[in-house]
């Protein structure tokens, strides 16, 4: 992120071409609403690189309590024709 600005939300409607290049220069601008924050704009590439973090989180973590579960000794463990044969019957 470049720089930060708040902006009140009528400037969505009277400025919008503004808001619009500021969030597409890697910017953001806050939307604020009878004085408090309301909304975040941010551009399409930003949101991408958010989106794309945050899915990471969530594969590593899903990892974690996966290796997490592994390690218990009661986990049970399906060799691979029990696996594939339980996963044909769900479709």
């Known amino acids: 992120m470049l ?8 400037d969505l409607r009277n400025n919008y071409n503004e808001i619009i290049d500021l969030a597409n ?3 953001q601008v806050i939307i604020t609403q009878n004085g408090r924050e309301a909304a975040v704009v941010i ?3 930003a949101f991408k ?11 590593n973590s899903e990892l974690a309590k ?5 390690q218990k ?5 399906l060799n ?4 594939w044969d339980g996963f044909e019957e769900t479709l």
């Open 3 to 10: 720089n930060t600005y708040a902006r009140p939300v009528r």
């Open 25 to 27: 220069e890697g910017n």
């Open 43 to 45: 551009g399409t590439q």
């Open 49 to 59: 690189k958010y989106e794309d973090y945050l899915h990471s989180q969530y594969i």
């Open 66 to 70: 996966s290796k997490e579960k592994a």
């Open 73 to 77: 000794p009661d986990t049970k463990w």
């Open 80 to 83: 691979e024709d029990d696996f």
